[in-house]
């Protein structure tokens, strides 16, 4: 395996002893600078430590005592337009085995596709060791857009939601339709890369027996639910109409066919929006067309701890175009929009995830030398 070798100036990337800064109730601490388009993170269960996914191909860890150090090992990938090192999770299995789950844009059959693998963390090497690719999303496809991709646990299974690899075609032929390609779906497979007997579609003559869920068009979000278990996403829509879903096995999700987004190019409607009994799963909730309504989320996790008692059991979403962390209550079935964190510091959220120990909230901004942040109480 070659390794791509284009490393960010971690000196760059220092970790600061600045003091918190106080910001509406709570206080914002930069724990470290000049990252290149960072774009996922997880947690270590062993030490508390972060690893964190850069877009260009380099994948770090920051911890309390050292700040921004490289790890080896990292998959070749492809970064040109939207591709590039995408999510890392830290497998179930993470104790016994060192498992850390990635998903990364490389070239395939007919120009480029999303895969997800896994590699052992050698910690005393600093590198990932015994890469192997689980899977690869069917077909590859000309184009630099609309690879999601997100990676969640649940159940023992592996859940990974891609894009629909910016497709324009709107009709019931568009790529999100086609049960034959995983583009725009959500697959289930094992940890070990297999597809699951009990998927809905495995039976199904010409469907990709790994779908578990489609009709989507660009997933940038994915949670499981404290409490429910239910796999929960946020996706791109069309000029807006960005939505957050619930996710339903075998269940379509409408995209092109029923969405609250419009055409970017004349802001023509070119399907309805979800009503009932157009037999499409409905968002949780959805954000209306245009760019002053939108919501392009990035980044998205159920608030568990202890820290900020009152906001145990929201959900926090990044945006991406209005630069904010938006704090989100579960109301009459759907969210409502409690707080804009971070709101004023012009920064692009694209991820955020709750410290298993401290119960703090940890933030990626996006760029070329973004920050990560860590929010505590004042």
């Given at each position: 395996m070659?390794y791509?070798?284009a490393?960010?100036?971690?000196?760059?990337a220092?970790?600061?002893?600045?003091?918190?800064?106080?910001v509406?109730?709570?206080?914002?601490e930069r724990l470290?600078?000049?990252l290149d388009r960072?774009?996922?993170?997880?947690f270590?269960?062993d030490?508390g430590?972060?690893?964190?996914?850069?877009?260009?191909?380099?994948?770090v860890?920051w911890d309390a005592?050292?700040g921004?150090t490289?790890?080896g090992?990292a998959?070749?990938?492809?970064?040109s337009g939207q591709?590039?090192?995408?999510d890392?999770?830290?497998g179930?299995d993470f104790?016994?085995?060192?498992?850390?789950?990635?998903?990364w844009?490389?070239?395939a059959?007919g120009?480029?596709?999303?895969?997800v693998?896994?590699?052992?963390?050698?910690r005393?090497?600093?590198?990932l060791?015994?890469l192997?690719?689980l899977?690869?999303?069917?077909p590859?496809?000309?184009?630099?857009?609309?690879?999601?991709?997100r990676?969640?646990?649940?159940?023992g299974?592996?859940f990974a939601?891609?894009g629909?690899?910016?497709?324009?075609?709107f009709s019931?032929?568009?790529?999100?339709?086609?049960?034959?390609s995983?583009n725009g779906?959500?697959?289930?497979?094992t940890?070990?890369?297999?597809?699951?007997?009990d998927?809905?579609?495995v039976?199904r003559?010409?469907?990709a027996?790994?779908i578990w869920?489609y009709?989507?068009r660009?997933?940038?979000a994915?949670?499981?639910?404290p409490?429910?278990g239910?796999?929960?996403l946020?996706e791109?829509?069309?000029a807006g109409?960005d939505?957050?879903?619930r996710?339903?096995?075998g269940?379509?999700?409408?995209?092109?066919l029923a969405?609250?987004?419009v055409?970017y190019?004349d802001?023509s409607?070119?399907?309805?929006?979800h009503t009932?009994g157009d037999?499409?799963?409905?968002p949780?909730?959805?954000?209306?067309a245009?760019?002053t309504?939108?919501f392009?989320?990035?980044?998205?996790v159920?608030?568990t701890?202890?820290?900020f008692?009152?906001?145990?059991?929201?959900l926090?979403i990044?945006?991406?175009?209005?630069?904010?962390?938006?704090l989100?209550?579960?109301?009459?079935?759907g969210?409502?929009?409690?707080?804009?964190l971070?709101?004023?510091e012009?920064?692009?959220i694209?991820?955020?995830?709750?410290g298993p120990?401290?119960g703090?909230?940890?933030?990626?901004a996006?760029g070329p030398?973004a920050p990560?942040?860590?929010?505590?109480?004042?």
């Open positions: 070659r791509f070798r490393l960010l100036p971690l000196a760059a220092l970790l600061l002893a600045a003091p918190a800064q106080s509406h109730g709570y206080a914002v470290a600078e000049g960072p774009w996922g993170m997880a270590l269960p030490r430590d972060l690893i964190i996914t850069l877009r260009g191909g380099t994948l860890l005592e050292n921004i490289e790890i090992g998959p070749r990938v492809v970064s591709g590039g090192l995408l890392v999770a830290v179930p104790a016994e085995h060192g498992f850390v789950y990635l998903a844009v490389d070239r059959e120009g480029t596709t999303t895969h693998g896994r590699a052992r963390l050698d005393a090497a600093g590198a060791t015994d192997e690719v899977h690869a999303v069917s590859g496809m000309a184009g630099g857009g609309h690879f999601g991709a990676i969640v646990f649940h159940d299974f592996l939601g891609f629909d690899r910016n497709s324009k075609d019931a032929n568009h790529i999100s339709q086609d049960l034959s995983e779906s959500v697959i289930r497979i940890l070990e890369g297999d597809i699951p007997a998927n809905p579609f039976d003559d010409g469907a027996g790994a869920s009709g989507h660009n997933i940038q994915m949670t499981v639910h409490e429910t239910a796999i929960w946020a791109h829509g069309e109409g939505e957050v879903n996710v339903e096995r269940g379509n999700f409408g995209w092109p969405s609250f987004g055409n190019r802001g409607r070119f399907s309805p929006p009932p037999g499409f799963i409905a949780v909730h959805h954000w209306p245009g760019r309504a939108h392009p989320p990035s980044g998205m159920f608030y701890g202890e820290a008692a009152d906001w145990r059991g929201h926090l990044g945006n991406l175009y209005h630069r904010y962390l938006g989100f209550a579960e109301s009459d079935g969210l409502r929009e409690v707080a804009r971070l709101d004023g012009n920064l692009r694209r991820d955020v995830a709750i120990e401290d703090l909230i940890y933030v990626l996006d030398a990560l942040l860590r929010l505590r109480p004042e």
